[in-house]
């Protein structure tokens, strides 16, 4: 069956956010005395910001400095959303599965006021049928709290998630709902496969069309 919600990642799905929130997190952890590769903070983008210390640094740097390094990351971020653009395709792909009859919720677990901006920058906000943030969850991806708060917004757990984090894949997972992964964030097709998604696309504008052939 068609599902009867979609429920959307938003940063590396719908807008090209990811290596800006990459070098947003080098930053921060710099400013508290750790050098940390840029290529090891990617493959920790999708994972929610208080996973990400203890994971790159340590137990010890998240007890002793793990919110100190949060907030220098909201900062640095701050500074670098100006240059975040939604991906061609998204702004029509919520249009179209709206028109189709489908219950659209934006899954996010970052602050309320990006999600707002990102809303804005797609021009969504009369278009979906909600949207999460930070507030809504204590354990974020790859945890299924947020795709179970997601579902709550749709009213119906007849839901797909659409990703491109292999940590929004095992999130579904988790949470017991199809996934389909795009490669807009820069995970290898083998890995999201490998994480348990059901489908792969190349872009956000092949979204649409898999989910209406599905059942």
Known sequence: MKPKAVILDIDGTLVDSNYQHV???QRAFADSGFE?????IHRCIGMGGD?????????DAERECGDAIR??????????????????????????LKEAGHAVVLASSAKQEEVEHYVELLGAAER????TSS????????????IEAALEKAGTREA??????????ESASRAG??????????????????????????????????????G
Not at 160 to 167: E, L, P, T
Request: charged residues 20%; aromatic residues 8%.
């Open 160 to 169: 797909v998630m659409v990703g491109d984090s292999v940590w929004d894949v």
């Open 135 to 146: 507030a809504d969850v204590d354990a974020t991806k790859p945890e299924p709290d947020l």
């Open 23 to 25: 070098i947003g997190w």
């Open 71 to 96: 907030e220098s990351e909201g900062g640095h971020y701050n500074s670098l959303m100006p240059e975040v653009k939604v991906f061609d395709g998204a702004p029509e792909l919520v249009n179209r």
């Open 36 to 40: 940390i590769a840029a290529w090891r």
């Open 177 to 214: 709902i199809d996934s389909i992964a795009v490669l807009c964030g820069g995970f290898g097709s083998a890995e999201l496969e490998g994480a348990g998604a059901n489908v792969v696309v190349t872009s956000i504008g092949d979204v649409f069309e898999e989910i209406q052939s599905s």
């Open 128 to 131: 979906i049928d909600g949207f």
């Open 51 to 59: 996973q990400i210390v203890t994971v790159l640094a340590g137990e």
